[in-house]
């Protein structure tokens, strides 16, 4: 089997669909979705976007707890609170039953005592879920709730967080945690240009390494600390920041995704505005996975669907602090690339050759310079160094007027797109000048250039000066960093620029297969081999000739009208794996064996205690390559899509490739190419290629058949498929479902 069956997917974001009728319409947040908005199953199509200008540049905020008592606590959150409320222009309400003022600004005793309209209410308060009640009849559009003691501690809390979701629900507003820290009123640099680095984060802590790039030079524009996510969520900020005129990029540090599908919808919605997402998602291990539920209470997802589905739909995932700072900066900064070539310069041979060696393991084409430009970069390089790529000028070059004429040389080269220098150290003045003449040049060029400074110290004027007094060049740490973020650098621009969003090839209406597979299923139950093969037959996928007979002699006449070869299989609900059992017979050739093999299968299966539902008597399908494709159910993302060498080889390799649906051909094939075994289908050791486009047909109908049946359908398993030679198709030999 591919997988267990998860929990139950439950989102506010899904409604039911009307059995073959027309899905009805969608509560969002507030806002109405019309049937043509949702796909098949009922769900959203399109992320809601919620206004969150008045949560970030609020005209009035309330305070409600305020103190100017010191030594407490709320006396530091509510003079941070002033402060901030000062650089937006906003009016602070202090709000205490007991107090006429808070540092000097006339206090209101109650939340029903506001006289004025309230775009923002900060609660400073260890119980929320009342003062939400009371801001319900006052038209506040948003409030923050810093308290914990939530979903982070056990059934408990999530009980609590749970009623305070549901208060929330009902009164109109939004609010940010609860959990949550002032990270959202931070002090941001304003004498910084060009686009911005957008960060949202499930902890405060985990986001200042990304805040501090504003002392490298970095523009930040906004931080979402999210903290328990009881209303709104990662997916909020991530659809809102998309859509910023001044964003380049967004940052995420995610610990648990509240809802799957409200993550997708919004990573949609930055690939169609081409906006990088670039983000940490904790629960690579089981370790990692326990540690953030128990910080924030919310599911982490199984991490193989959430890789998955994360790069579907173009984010970046990396795996530290560091990698997200650099990488979003990068993003962030760098125009669009004007070729996909790389060209490593150094003054060094060892240098060039080890960063290069690292790069082209790492993905990046670095393509050998023409003869032509050897022939140019050799007027002021030596010629018995190698400028083919790594370029290695030797040092002395960098020293003197021909330092700039290489680098320029080298990115007037068409095939060039980056340039990327390593400095393993400091050697002034040649690195002074190699710095200044890589910072001039890259003003001078759409093309992005890179610098490694590799010196452990980092206070050299070359690096803090020069290199970071730039906005032009990227400037790294480390090889790593550096090359792994002009990976997803090139890897988001090749991806946006044909990105199709898979939300647009979404079935909005249901197929003429879906009420004849809705017959077919028994709620609860898992299906035998014969009635889950029915269910693959009315989705139209193939499978064997075939007939289900309770007899010796109609198993004979079977055969006979089937055609020998034959091969005899026990059918029944309880049957997963039937060739341990001893419950498959194959290639029987005559009347008396397929007697025999009758008498036998049921003998076992009486002795076994199984009961079945018949035997069945199966077409004998030639020879080709045995794949395997599935569904299970994800308890953040609902239906996922599974494909990968099948038979014994599927529990042996486990090479599989998983998506998320909706998707389209394009994708279908994608899941093919990421398979170890994927030679297999072109044809190795004298076999024919096989039937590729059959398989991905298959992969589609499978895709359609877990949308429309998300549900109805926990499981299914097509072990093996067949695939035939090329335009022979492909057949499905078993087949396992689970109803829900």
């Not at 997917?9 to 947040?29: I, K, M, Q, S």
């Not at 919605?269 to 997402?277: D, E, K, M, N, W």
């Not at 879906?514 to 709620?523: D, G, S």
Request: charged residues 20%; negative net charge; proline residues 6%.
């Amino acid at each position: 089997m591919l997988g267990s069956t998860h929990g139950t997917f439950t989102t506010d974001l899904r409604a039911r669909v009307v059995a073959c009728g027309e899905a009805p319409p969608v509560v969002v947040h507030g806002v109405t979705v019309a049937p043509g908005d949702v796909d098949v199953s009922g769900r959203p199509l399109h992320a809601p976007v919620p206004d969150l200008d008045r949560f970030f540049r609020p005209e009035s905020v309330a305070v409600i707890g305020a103190s100017d008592t010191e030594g407490r606590p709320n006396t530091g959150i509510t003079r941070q609170l002033l402060a901030w409320a000062e650089r937006v222009g906003a009016r602070l309400v202090p709000v205490h039953p007991t107090r006429t003022s808070v540092f000097g600004i006339d206090c209101v005793p109650s939340v029903g005592a506001l006289t004025e309209p309230v775009d923002l209410a900060v609660l400073l308060v260890a119980d929320p879920l009342p003062v939400v009640e009371e801001l319900a009849e006052t038209k506040v559009r948003f409030a923050v709730a810093f308290a914990s003691g939530f979903a982070e501690t056990g059934e408990t809390g999530a009980a609590a967080q749970e009623r305070l979701a549901a208060a929330v629900r009902r009164s109109g507003l939004r609010l940010l945690g609860p959990n949550t820290n002032l990270n959202a009123f931070e002090r941001f640099r304003d004498d910084l240009e060009g686009p911005a680095v957008a960060l949202i984060t499930q902890s405060g802590h985990q986001g200042r390494p990304v805040f501090t790039l504003q002392e490298l030079g970095v523009r930040l524009s906004h931080w979402a600390p999210t903290g328990n996510e009881a209303d709104l969520e990662t997916a909020d900020f991530l659809s809102y920041f998309a859509g910023r005129p001044e964003v380049g990029a967004i940052a995420c540090y995610v610990e648990g995704l509240k809802d799957g599908r409200s993550f997708l919808l919004a990573a949609d919605r930055a690939a169609r505005h081409g906006v990088p997402v670039v983000a940490v998602k904790v629960g690579r291990t089981e370790t990692g996975a326990r540690t953030a539920a128990s910080h924030t209470g919310k599911l982490t997802g199984a991490d193989r669907v959430v890789d998955a589905a994360m790069r579907q739909y173009g984010v970046i995932r990396v795996d530290g602090l560091d990698q997200l700072q650099d990488t979003s900066a990068l993003l962030a900064r760098a125009r669009r690339p004007q070729a996909d070539g790389v060209v490593v310069y150094s003054i060094s041979g060892g240098t060039g050759a080890h960063f290069a060696d690292l790069a082209t393991a790492a993905g990046l084409e670095l393509p050998t310079l023409h003869q032509a430009k050897q022939d140019e970069l050799h007027q002021w390089i030596p010629e018995y160094l190698n400028v083919a790529n790594p370029v290695d000028n030797g040092g002395h070059p960098v020293g003197d007027w021909r330092g700039r004429k290489i680098i320029d040389a080298i990115l007037a080269d068409p095939s060039v797109g980056v340039l990327i220098c390593p400095i393993t150290g400091p050697f002034p003045p040649m690195s002074d000048k190699l710095a200044q003449d890589l910072v001039d040049a890259a003003e001078a060029t759409d093309k992005l250039v890179c610098v490694v400074w590799g010196s452990p110290v980092g206070t050299e004027a070359a690096y803090r000066e020069t290199l970071l007094g730039s906005s032009r060049v990227a400037t790294f740490r480390t090889f790593s960093n550096c090359i792994g973020a002009v990976k997803a650098y090139l890897d988001h621009h090749r991806f946006t620029a044909s990105y199709r969003s898979p939300f647009d090839e979404a079935p909005r209406t249901p197929s003429p297969s879906l009420r004849k597979a809705q017959a077919l299923l028994r709620p609860g139950r898992r299906l035998s081999e014969h009635a889950a093969k029915q269910l693959l037959r009315a989705y139209g996928i193939r499978v064997p000739r075939e007939q289900l007979v309770t007899s010796a002699a109609a198993a004979v006449r079977a055969a006979g009208l089937v055609g020998y070869p034959v091969v005899m299989k026990a059918s029944g609900a309880q049957l997963a794996h039937k060739t341990e059992l001893g419950l498959v017979k194959v290639g029987l050739t005559s009347a008396s064996q397929v007697r025999d093999a009758y008498r036998e299968l049921t003998d076992i299966a009486r002795f076994e205690g199984i009961d079945l539902d018949g035997v069945l008597v199966c077409q004998m399908v030639g020879r080709g390559v045995e794949m395997v494709v599935g569904v299970t159910h994800d308890e953040l993302f609902g239906p996922t899509v599974t494909v990968g060498l099948g038979g014994v080889l599927v529990e042996v390799l486990n090479d599989t490739a998983v998506r998320v649906p909706p998707f389209g051909e394009r994708e279908a094939r994608s899941m093919l190419g990421e398979l170890r075994g994927r030679a297999l289908l072109d044809g190795v050791r004298g076999a024919p290629p096989a039937d590729v486009d059959a398989l991905v047909e298959v992969v589609l109908r499978v895709q359609r058949m877990a949308l429309e049946l998300d549900g109805d359908l926990a499981e299914l398993d097509i072990n093996p498929l067949m695939v035939l030679p090329r335009g022979q198709g492909a057949v499905a030999l078993d087949a396992l479902a689970v109803c829900r």
